[in-house]
């Protein structure tokens, strides 16, 4: 079993930057691929970003791609996902998800098998 908690959400003015973690306990970290997933109110749960099991493999929605950033340290069981040139639009809570479905990246959320809480994030325009 894997807890995932998430940090770092908050408000922040359009263009500016974000930092977000998510901390992992339980499992064996190293072998599961994490994403980050969003919901706006209102909308469905959208993929934002993944990465594969040893952080070689990335993967992005097209609406960030150029401006997030996911990665990982296995040694301190983290994922963090770095938001540059941040929009009104980016505003949603955001999740943190692992799964243990092969080492490479995963859009679907279907695919993940464990989730954090998540974080709210509110960009001001």
């Known amino acids: 079993q894997v807890q995932l908690v998430e940090s770092g959400g908050g408000l922040v003015q359009a263009g500016g930057s974000l930092r977000l973690s998510c901390a992992a306990s339980?499992?064996?970290?190293?072998?599961?691929?994490m994403g980050w997933f969003r919901q706006a109110p209102g909308k469905e749960r959208e993929f934002v970003a993944a990465?594969?099991?040893?952080?070689?493999?990335?993967n992005y929605a097209d609406s960030v791609k150029g401006r997030f950033t996911i990665s990982r340290d296995n040694a301190k069981r983290t994922v963090n996902l770095q938001m540059n040139s941040l929009k009104a639009e980016d505003t949603a809570i955001y999740y943190c998800?692992?799964?243990?479905?092969?080492?490479?990246?995963?859009?679907?959320?279907?695919?993940?098998?464990?989730w954090g809480q998540g974080t709210q994030v509110t960009v001001s325009s």
């Open positions: 998800a692992a799964t243990w479905r092969g080492s490479g990246w995963h859009r679907r959320s279907d695919e993940y098998d464990y």
């Open positions: 339980g499992g064996t970290f190293s072998t599961y691929a």
């Open positions: 990465i594969s099991w040893s952080g070689d493999n990335t």
